[in-house]
């Protein structure tokens, strides 16, 4: 079975500052998608970046970017130029090319930023 | 439209009740799910239709009944339900089911049993 590990409950930073947040994954498949949801205290449950397995180039969007090393299996977010609104519990999702569009997430990273 | 809708935000109810969330999207999705999310923990794959149809019961108990009318709508029929079943419920769709294709989440509704 797949499983995805985030090792940190809770993470703070300073606004302005630069923050990762760690991800790990096990599979056995070769072809899978990688993806950072971000879940502000209103709920709604936010795609913030997604990384498919078969490029090599990290992803990144604006503010956020990942390191994928698909061969440690390590999936970390880096959020740059932190901001009060990043404040969110941030889940880490795999989906694998056999389960259809099954997402399996991450415990969860909960995000402070402090002003 | 890139937004699912859920109604209500709130709900209470006793354990005699029975009551409906509706979860709705117009962005011409064929794939709908349920999730129920506890606090502080993910979400939990409770049922996915596909194409209208019941593709997935992550085993989840009867006094949970989904029911997609519609390619845009979905509903979850709540019947007998217990304390332990108080959490946020969301909805999330996708453009179908296979592979590779992202989850757009709604609000949530918020659920105490009471």
């Known amino acids: 079975a797949q499983t995805v590990t985030q090792s940190q409950p809770e993470m703070s930073v300073q606004e302005a500052e630069t923050v990762t947040l760690s991800c790990t994954y096990d599979t056995s498949e070769s072809n899978y998608y990688l993806f950072w949801y971000k879940q502000p205290p209103s709920r709604q449950m936010i795609l913030v970046i997604r990384?498919?397995?078969?490029?090599?180039q990290n992803a990144t969007e604006n503010r956020f970017s990942v390191n994928f090393q698909k061969a440690a299996k390590s999936f970390s977010l880096k959020i740059s130029d932190s901001q009060l609104g990043d404040t969110a519990m941030y889940f880490c999702?795999?989906?694998?090319?056999?389960?259809?569009?099954?997402?399996?997430f991450g415990e969860g990273t909960q995000l402070t930023v402090n002003p | 439209d890139t937004e699912v809708t859920q109604t209500p935000k709130h709900l209470v109810m006793g354990m005699t009740n029975k009551k409906s969330l509706k979860c709705e999207q117009h962005m011409g999705h064929r794939a709908m799910y349920w999730y129920k999310q506890k606090a502080k923990k993910p979400p939990e794959l409770m049922f996915v239709?596909?194409?209208?149809?019941?593709?997935i019961n992550e085993s989840v108990p009867s006094r949970f009944s989904p029911e997609c009318p519609n390619s845009s709508l979905l509903n979850l029929h709540l019947h007998a339900l217990q304390p332990e079943d108080s959490a946020l419920y969301l909805c999330?769709?996708?453009?179908?089911?296979?592979?590779?294709?992202?989850?757009?989440f709604g609000p949530g509704t918020r659920l105490t049993v009471l």
């Open positions: 999330a769709s996708s453009p179908s089911w296979s592979s590779y294709n992202e989850q757009f």
């Open positions: 990384q498919e397995a078969y490029k090599q």
């Open positions: 239709y596909s194409y209208e149809k019941l593709s």
């Open positions: 999702a795999f989906m694998q090319e056999t389960s259809g569009s099954r997402l399996t």
